[in-house]
């Protein structure tokens, strides 16, 4: 069974930096599409950024390009989300996902989520 980790979350103020990790178990993690999601308090799960699993293709939601950059890395079975410049409205558990396509991107397992809280 796949298995997904967050970390790297954490309290950090507006303007500041932070890098999520998500570890994956299992031995096909190159073969999955990966993605970010996140849900703020009140709101509906929404899509942040996704990237294949050759790691040569990436996609992000506009309120986060050019600001989070999604990575991977296939020998440690590790996805990144690097978050710079945060806002307070960034504030949100942020979830990883491994799925599979890319269009249509369908994710099969999720982490358990890891909280983003930035302060003004």
């Known amino acids: 069974q796949v298995q997904l980790v967050e970390s790297g979350g954490g309290l950090v103020q507006a303007g500041g930096s932070l890098r999520l990790s998500c570890a994956v178990s299992?031995?096909?993690?190159?073969?999955?599409?990966m993605g970010w999601f996140r849900q703020a308090p009140g709101k509906v799960r929404e899509f942040v950024a996704r990237?294949?699993?050759?790691?040569?293709?990436?996609y992000y939601a506009d309120s986060v390009k050019g600001r989070f950059t999604i990575s991977r890395d296939n020998a440690k079975n590790t996805a990144y989300l690097q978050m710079n410049s945060l806002k307070p409205e960034d504030t949100a558990v942020y979830y990883c996902?491994?799925?599979?396509?890319?269009?249509?991107?369908?994710?099969?397992?999720w982490g358990q989520g890891t909280q983003v809280t930035v302060s003004s």
């Open positions: 996902a491994a799925g599979s396509g890319w269009y249509q991107s369908i994710y099969d397992y």
């Open positions: 299992g031995r096909t993690f190159s073969s999955y599409t």
């Open positions: 990237i294949i699993g050759s790691g040569d293709n990436s």
